[in-house]
């Protein structure tokens, strides 16, 4: 009974964990921390529990973690390109327009 409540404050406390991580940073974020809690999980299992992965199994393992990483790589990777995008159009728009430009067309 007591293991069952460790348990369910342990899940909750994940949850508000996530909730919090996501709510702060980005999804890239919350995505490398899954990675990591997934290669924490097994690690945990076989050390503490015993458990056994197949060779099935540690292919599907690496399948799967290359491809989420691949993912979020190139999420990563599309995010700084928008940014210097922006930067490079917000720096030629307003190279256009002079500080006196500006004061002639308030003025007129």
Known sequence: RWFQRRVRVLALMLTFSEYLLL???SSITISICGI????AILVLAS???????????VVGLVVCL???S??????YKN???QNEEE???LLSSGSKSSF?????TRAG
């Open 87 to 89: 930067r490079t159009s």
């Open 47 to 57: 050390t503490v529990g015993g458990d056994k992965l197949s060779p099935i199994n």
């Open 79 to 81: 995010s700084q390109l």
């Open 23 to 25: 709510s702060n940073t």
């Open 36 to 39: 990591v809690k997934e290669i």
């Open 66 to 68: 290359s491809g989420i």
């Open 100 to 104: 006196g430009d500006e004061l002639s």
């Open 70 to 75: 691949l993912h979020v790589y190139m999420k």
